[in-house]
C-alpha cells in the first residue's frame, strides 16, 4: 500500500540522533528516598553513607524536565526529540499511546553524578490498525551517560514506543465513575435465525438447527438449507458430547472479564455440526485435539446463559 | 529473599496487591518528576477522556522494582526492566504483580523473571526483568 507522501518527511527522520538532555540534579540522597518512599521500596540499602545509589528504575527520573514542560537544564539541546510525533499530529493522527518501555542498566548510579541523554529515532513501523485506531508505532532509544573528567560512561539505556494514532472514534468522555465500572461479557446478537439456540441454551438444551426438506444439520444457523436451499427448518436437541475438533489459547491481549490464558476450541458434536466455544475445567496446556467432551450451561452478568465444554474421560 | 542456589527454574513469585489511590497516582508522578496534567489534575484528566488521574510509567517501574526486590531482596540488583502497557491504572483499583522464574543462569548469578500486573479492567503492565545476585 502507497504511503501518505508526507509520511517521506516523517521517515527521512529515521535513525537522526538528538542532542544531550541534561538532569536539572546531581544523583542525590534526597530524591532518592522521596522515591523509595512512594514506591514502597526499602530506602536503607540505597541510602548507606558514602556509597549511595539510586534505584535502578529511577534512572529515567533525573533527567525530567520537572514542573515546567519543556524547560530542560541549560546545555540542553533546543531540537525535539518527538518531532516525528509533532509532524504526524499535524496530519490528524491526533492521539498517542505508550505501548513499550524497555530499560537496560549498565551499572547503579551513585550520588554526586550529573547524567544526560541522547536519543535516536530509531524506527517507524508500516501503518497499523489496532483497536485503539491507525496510526504508527514509533520507537526511541535513549541511550544515558554519567558525565566523567576522563571520559562520560554510559550507564543505562531506553527503549521507548509509541503508538501514534487517529482513533477510530472519538471517546466520548463518560460520566466519571468512583470506581471503574466492571467488564461484561459481550452478548451475543439474536436475529429470528438464532433465537432457537439461545433459548436453548436459557433452557440447558444445544440445539441445532435442522432442515425440514432434506433433514441436514447445519450450524451456525442461517436462513437457508445449504444443501437444498430449503428455507423450512426446525431444531433438534443436541447430546451434548463431542471431540475437540481445533483449538487456540488466548495469552495476549487479555481483555476482560475473561480468564487468561482462554482456551477456545472448535468441537465436533456427535451429531456431525461443529460449533465454537469455550473450554472450561482445563489447564491450558492440557487442551488436546481428539479430546472428548461435554456440553455444560453457565450464566453470566445475570442472564447471558452461555454453552461451554468440559474435557470427560474417552469411553474406551 | 531468595537465595540464588535455591531458586528453581518456573518457580511462583509471591504476588503483591497494591491498592491504587489518587495519592500514589500524584505522588507517584511527582516523585518522578513527571508533571503531565493527567497524572496529577482529575479536570485535566477527564479533559483527555480519562475518568480520573491515571498512573504515569515511572511509578509503574517503580512499583515493578518493589514487586522484583520484595521477592528477590534488597541486596540484588536489576540489569533490565522490559514493560508492554495495558489497560491504565484509576484510583479505586488493585494492581495484582504474580510472576514465575522463566530463565537462569548461572555464569552471571541472574534470573530472569517474567510478571504480569492486572486491575480490574485487564492486564495493566507485562513485562521482564533480569535480577543479578550478589
Given at each position: 500500500m502507497a504511503e501518505p507522501s508526507w509520511m517521506d518527511s516523517a521517515r527521512a527522520l529515521v535513525g537522526k540522533e538528538y542532542g544531550r538532555v541534561y538532569a536539572?540534579?546531581?544523583?542525590?540522597?534526597p530524591m532518592i528516598r522521596q522515591w523509595c518512599e512512594i514506591m514502597g521500596v526499602d530506602a536503607s540499602p540505597y541510602l548507606v553513607e558514602g556509597v549511595v545509589h539510586a534505584p535502578?528504575?529511577?534512572?529515567q527520573v533525573w533527567c525530567m524536565e520537572g514542573?515546567?514542560?519543556?524547560?530542560?537544564?541549560?546545555?540542553?539541546?533546543?531540537?525535539?526529540?518527538y518531532e516525528v510525533l509533532k509532524l504526524m499530529e499535524a496530519q490528524g493522527l491526533a492521539s498517542v499511546v505508550a505501548v513499550n518501555s524497555e530499560l537496560q542498566f549498565s551499572r547503579a548510579v551513585r550520588e554526586g553524578e550529573r547524567l544526560y541523554y541522547t536519543t535516536r529515532l530509531d524506527t517507524i513501523s508500516p501503518e497499523k490498525t489496532t483497536a485503539l485506531g491507525t496510526g504508527y508505532f514509533v520507537t526511541l532509544v535513549m541511550r544515558y551517560f554519567s558525565e566523567i573528567a576522563s571520559g562520560d560512561q554510559e550507564v543505562g539505556q531506553l527503549l521507548f514506543r509509541v503508538f501514534k494514532f487517529k482513533p477510530t472514534q472519538a471517546a466520548a468522555p463518560s460520566a466519571p465513575a468512583s470506581a471503574p465500572a466492571k467488564p461484561k461479557r459481550p452478548a451475543p446478537g439474536i436475529s429470528d435465525d438464532t433465537r432457537f439456540f439461545w433459548e436453548g441454551a436459557r433452557a440447558g438444551q444445544l440445539r441445532i438447527q435442522r432442515c425440514t426438506a432434506c433433514g441436514t444439520l447445519r450450524h451456525?444457523?442461517?436462513?437457508?438449507?445449504?444443501?437444498?436451499?430449503?428455507f423450512e427448518w426446525d431444531a433438534v436437541t443436541a447430546s451434548g458430547r463431542g471431540t475437540v475438533y481445533s483449538f487456540v489459547v488466548m495469552?495476549?491481549?487479555?481483555?476482560?472479564?475473561f480468564e487468561h490464558p482462554n482456551p477456545i476450541a472448535l468441537i465436533e458434536l456427535e451429531e456431525g455440526t461443529r460449533l465454537i466455544t469455550q473450554l472450561v475445567g482445563v489447564a491450558p496446556g492440557d487442551a488436546r485435539i481428539g479430546q472428548k467432551v461435554q456440553v455444560e450451561f453457565h450464566t453470566y452478568d445475570g442472564d447471558l446463559v452461555l454453552p461451554q465444554f468440559r474435557p470427560v474421560p474417552d469411553a474406551n | 529473599m531468595q537465595a540464588f542456589d535455591a531458586i528453581e527454574l518456573g518457580q511462583a513469585m509471591e504476588a503483591l496487591d497494591v491498592p491504587i489511590t489518587a495519592a500514589l497516582i500524584t505522588g507517584g508522578a511527582i516523585a518522578t518528576r513527571?508533571?503531565?496534567?493527567?497524572?496529577?489534575d482529575l479536570e485535566a484528566a477527564r479533559a483527555l477522556g480519562s475518568q480520573a488521574v491515571f498512573m504515569n510509567i515511572l511509578t509503574t517501574n517503580g512499583l515493578v522494582q518493589r514487586f522484583v526486590q520484595g521477592w528477590s531482596g534488597p541486596q540484588s540488583r536489576l540489569c533490565d526492566l522490559k514493560i508492554k502497557l495495558g489497560a491504565p491504572h484509576y484510583p479505586g483499583d488493585t494492581l495484582r504483580f504474580s510472576g514465575s522464574v522463566t530463565d537462569k543462569r548461572p555464569q552471571d548469578r541472574t534470573v530472569e523473571l517474567s510478571f504480569k500486573g492486572a486491575n480490574s479492567m485487564g492486564s495493566h503492565v507485562t513485562g521482564t526483568v533480569r535480577v543479578r545476585f550478589p
Amino acid at each position: 500500500m502507497a504511503e501518505p507522501s508526507w509520511m517521506d518527511s516523517a521517515r527521512a527522520l529515521v535513525g537522526k540522533e538528538y542532542g544531550r538532555v541534561y538532569a536539572w540534579d546531581k544523583v542525590n540522597a534526597p530524591m532518592i528516598r522521596q522515591w523509595c518512599e512512594i514506591m514502597g521500596v526499602d530506602a536503607s540499602p540505597y541510602l548507606v553513607e558514602g556509597v549511595v545509589h539510586a534505584p535502578e528504575a529511577m534512572l529515567q527520573v533525573w533527567c525530567m524536565e520537572g514542573f515546567t514542560l519543556n524547560n530542560y537544564p541549560p546545555g540542553s539541546t533546543t531540537e525535539n526529540p518527538y518531532e516525528v510525533l509533532k509532524l504526524m499530529e499535524a496530519q490528524g493522527l491526533a492521539s498517542v499511546v505508550a505501548v513499550n518501555s524497555e530499560l537496560q542498566f549498565s551499572r547503579a548510579v551513585r550520588e554526586g553524578e550529573r547524567l544526560y541523554y541522547t536519543t535516536r529515532l530509531d524506527t517507524i513501523s508500516p501503518e497499523k490498525t489496532t483497536a485503539l485506531g491507525t496510526g504508527y508505532f514509533v520507537t526511541l532509544v535513549m541511550r544515558y551517560f554519567s558525565e566523567i573528567a576522563s571520559g562520560d560512561q554510559e550507564v543505562g539505556q531506553l527503549l521507548f514506543r509509541v503508538f501514534k494514532f487517529k482513533p477510530t472514534q472519538a471517546a466520548a468522555p463518560s460520566a466519571p465513575a468512583s470506581a471503574p465500572a466492571k467488564p461484561k461479557r459481550p452478548a451475543p446478537g439474536i436475529s429470528d435465525d438464532t433465537r432457537f439456540f439461545w433459548e436453548g441454551a436459557r433452557a440447558g438444551q444445544l440445539r441445532i438447527q435442522r432442515c425440514t426438506a432434506c433433514g441436514t444439520l447445519r450450524h451456525p444457523p442461517g436462513p437457508v438449507c445449504p444443501q437444498c436451499h430449503s428455507f423450512e427448518w426446525d431444531a433438534v436437541t443436541a447430546s451434548g458430547r463431542g471431540t475437540v475438533y481445533s483449538f487456540v489459547v488466548m495469552h495476549y491481549p487479555e481483555v476482560p472479564p475473561f480468564e487468561h490464558p482462554n482456551p477456545i476450541a472448535l468441537i465436533e458434536l456427535e451429531e456431525g455440526t461443529r460449533l465454537i466455544t469455550q473450554l472450561v475445567g482445563v489447564a491450558p496446556g492440557d487442551a488436546r485435539i481428539g479430546q472428548k467432551v461435554q456440553v455444560e450451561f453457565h450464566t453470566y452478568d445475570g442472564d447471558l446463559v452461555l454453552p461451554q465444554f468440559r474435557p470427560v474421560p474417552d469411553a474406551n | 529473599m531468595q537465595a540464588f542456589d535455591a531458586i528453581e527454574l518456573g518457580q511462583a513469585m509471591e504476588a503483591l496487591d497494591v491498592p491504587i489511590t489518587a495519592a500514589l497516582i500524584t505522588g507517584g508522578a511527582i516523585a518522578t518528576r513527571d508533571y503531565f496534567p493527567g497524572h496529577i489534575d482529575l479536570e485535566a484528566a477527564r479533559a483527555l477522556g480519562s475518568q480520573a488521574v491515571f498512573m504515569n510509567i515511572l511509578t509503574t517501574n517503580g512499583l515493578v522494582q518493589r514487586f522484583v526486590q520484595g521477592w528477590s531482596g534488597p541486596q540484588s540488583r536489576l540489569c533490565d526492566l522490559k514493560i508492554k502497557l495495558g489497560a491504565p491504572h484509576y484510583p479505586g483499583d488493585t494492581l495484582r504483580f504474580s510472576g514465575s522464574v522463566t530463565d537462569k543462569r548461572p555464569q552471571d548469578r541472574t534470573v530472569e523473571l517474567s510478571f504480569k500486573g492486572a486491575n480490574s479492567m485487564g492486564s495493566h503492565v507485562t513485562g521482564t526483568v533480569r535480577v543479578r545476585f550478589p
